[in-house]
């Protein structure tokens, strides 16, 4: 059997994993909850040990594994090892941080010591978000909303305005599409869905009732569904057909995570820019157009004032020499 590692000092931990680990934790049970704790514990245990190693380490199997790393939002037990090796290097290049990414804000923190809390965990969130993504299924879904004939967006809460915010981008490329943070009308646009149509649910939690509720009845009309969420195993993500799965630090922030909309709005930015390209003839005239549209509603750019031809004084007659 292969040795138990020592437990890692805390500048080489493998945090992202082990929040991760922790956040799904409730929702474990048995042989699950066996390897999460073995894990908090041994964070690094997996850089030495195969699959068949850890099974034993943990008294489980190499199928409860793959699951377990599935169940936190891998693809299988490689990726969460090359996870883990990413996380180790990530951190212990930063061994000079004076403060804890997940470390709880003070009250008598100065203002450079929130910022750079906040700066910490933001900045990781991001990162281990863009590691986790699977870009031919971002590819998948974009290309599916570039050829629909609607677009439905569901967000609720702090979710309604990236809802928003999603729809105003496709929008303006053209794209037919619609957001909604109301359940009644909500209901009423994912009842009329079919399957030409993409409907996309966005929860922190996956937990918002209404945002399932809607994109439920979207599934049930026949459109694609797409769950954007930071819990894999979450109902929002049971209820989609097509998951999309971020990271967030939730040690400090909670229970309305800043993070999370910003690694929220990295996938939603990106999945736009994908839609744009698909059509980039279409997304380019339409932008262009809506530009000229307002351009009229904006205040002309002006240089630097040596540059400028001076304008008239707001004189009287009798100011005139």
């Not at 979450?234 to 995570?257: G, K, N, W, Y």
Request: hydrophobic residues 40%; aromatic residues 4%; neutral net charge.
């Amino acid at each position: 059997m292969t040795p138990t590692p020592p437990a890692p000092s805390s500048a080489g931990r493998a945090v992202g994993v082990v929040n991760r680990i922790r956040t799904r934790l409730p929702e474990m049970s048995g042989a699950m909850v066996k390897i999460a704790e073995f894990l908090l514990e041994h964070p690094h245990a997996p850089l030495d040990a195969s699959i068949g190693d850890l099974a034993k380490q943990t008294g489980t199997s190499p199928a409860t594994i793959t699951r377990f790393c599935r169940q936190i939002g891998y693809q299988g037990y490689a990726p969460f090892r090359v996870s883990i090796a990413t996380e180790v290097g990530r951190v212990s290049a930063r061994d000079s941080w004076k403060i804890d990414i997940g470390r709880a804000f003070g009250p008598d923190d100065s203002p450079a010591e929130v910022l750079s809390t906040l700066m910490n965990a933001h900045t990781r969130s991001l990162q281990e978000t863009a590691a986790m993504m699977d870009l031919e299924l971002l590819k998948r879904i974009a290309e599916k909303i570039a050829t629909s004939s609607h677009v439905d967006i569901y967000g609720v809460g702090g979710s309604a305005m990236l809802a928003e915010e999603m729809h105003a981008r496709l929008y303006r490329i053209g794209i037919n599409s619609h957001h909604w943070s109301e359940v009644h009308v909500g209901l009423t646009s994912a009842a009329i869905q079919d399957e030409n149509c993409v409907a996309i649910g966005i929860s922190n939690t996956g937990r918002t009732e209404e945002t399932i509720q809607m994109l439920r009845q979207a599934r049930l009309s026949g459109a694609l569904t797409v769950a954007l969420s930071n819990n894999p195993s979450s109902p929002l993500a049971e209820a989609a057909d097509l998951r999309i799965i971020t990271s967030v630090h939730e040690h400090f922030l909670q229970p309305d995570d800043l993070s999370a909309k910003h690694v929220q709005l990295l996938v939603l930015d990106l999945l736009y820019l994908l839609v744009a390209q698909h059509d980039f003839q279409r997304s380019t005239a339409n932008l262009a157009a809506s530009a000229q549209a307002v351009a009229a509603h904006r205040r002309p750019h002006r240089g630097p004032a040596r540059n400028r031809t001076p304008e008239p004084a707001l004189s009287g007659p009798h100011d005139q020499s």
